[in-house]
């Protein structure tokens, strides 16, 4: 029998996006709730419980709440929301991280989907701690350039109404308060002690993202900038969807979009051997939302890893 999914919040940015994704296969039978009814807490429940497993495309308190509807003890969740991903219960849904992040991913039933920032400051932080190349006491800061469609269907809106705002055709910094709700799960999944500066920005492109962090020399334990990319390299050699350039960036000039519409999340390394930025790429609705999630389901449902994505 086709493993049952069900999509709870297929509306939203998201939810649409693994919609798109999910409906052109023939392997999986997506259970579709009469748009009147998705609202419906105990129509809700009954859809889940019939599913394999649900994503939940929600606001973090109705992720939550979702979760409680679930009463068959089969039924996997992946939750795209911020909610889970630093709750111990749940597995961190990023198979590249390591073997034990993918193993855990295939064996789980709860599964809590990275945000898109933060993948991109993970992919480049979490080998470096684990490599011994950073220590976890280094304080660390991180910007990020991300398309409006991470923003969510109002802000997408704004920025293509025919009336935008004039503002809107610059970029935005924001989240200037040092909260950004990514920085919990940079901080934890990493093992960092401080917790990083985190300044991201949304200008006016539909999608596409980078995630640079700078580091000096000093905080690098000796290695110069060819031997850290050499040691990225080797440590995503044979992973799935994240890569490192084969060579030094020596230029460092990278445009946001340029992994636009594919599942991938590309590493540069570049600077020079006393202030050294690492770049990640990749598409805010792709590794860093619905495809990352589609890959997820793949492990663990038994598919292919990167069964219908690009």
């Known amino acids: 029998m086709k493993p049952t999914i069900y999509i709870d919040g297929k509306s939203g940015t998201t939810g649409l996006q693994i919609y798109e994704r999910l409906g052109k296969r023939d392997d999986i039978e997506l259970l579709l709730i009469p748009d009147e009814l998705r609202r419906d807490p105990a129509v809700r429940a009954e859809y889940m419980d ?27 969740i992946i939750d795209a929301s911020t909610a889970h991903r630093i709750d111990p219960a749940w597995d961190y849904g990023f198979p590249e991280l390591s ?5 855990a991913i295939i064996h789980s039933k709860r599964v809590a989907n990275p ?21 976890p006491e280094t304080p660390l800061t991180a910007w990020g350039l ?4 991470g923003g969510g269907k109002n802000l997408v809106a704004a920025y293509e109404a025919d009336d935008k705002a004039e ?25 960092l002690t401080k917790k990083p500066i985190f300044n991201p920005i949304v200008d ?11 580091l000096h ?3 690098l334990n000796g290695h110069s900038l060819s031997q850290i990319h050499d040691l990225l390299y080797t440590y995503y050699r044979n992973t799935c969807n994240v890569s490192v350039h084969p060579d030094v960036t020596t230029d460092g000039k990278f445009y946001a979009n340029a992994l636009a519409g594919t ?15 690492i770049a990640a790429l990749l598409d805010n609705l792709g590794k860093g939302a619905s495809g990352a999630a589609v890959q997820n389901m793949n492990l663990m449902l038994g598919f292919e890893e990167n069964k219908g994505l690009n």
């Open 263 to 277: 599942n991938r999340l590309e590493l540069h390394v570049t600077g020079n051997d006393d202030r050294v930025t």
């Open 204 to 214: 006016d492109y539909y999608k596409g993202m980078e995630v640079a962090v700078p």
């Open 50 to 76: 019939r599913a394999d497993l649900v994503f939940l495309c929600l606001p973090d308190a109705a992720a939550v709440e979702a979760v409680t509807l679930v009463r068959n003890p089969e039924t996997k």
């Open 167 to 191: 503002e809107l055709f610059a970029p935005s910094h924001y989240a200037l308060n040092g909260d950004h709700k990514h920085i919990p799960e940079m901080q934890a999944v990493c093992g």
């Open 146 to 149: 991300s398309g409006y469609s």
């Open 99 to 103: 073997l034990e992040h993918r193993d």
């Open 115 to 135: 945000g898109c920032y933060a993948s991109g400051f993970i992919a480049i932080v979490y080998p470096l701690v684990k490599l011994g190349i950073l220590g």
């Open 217 to 219: 020399r000093e905080f």
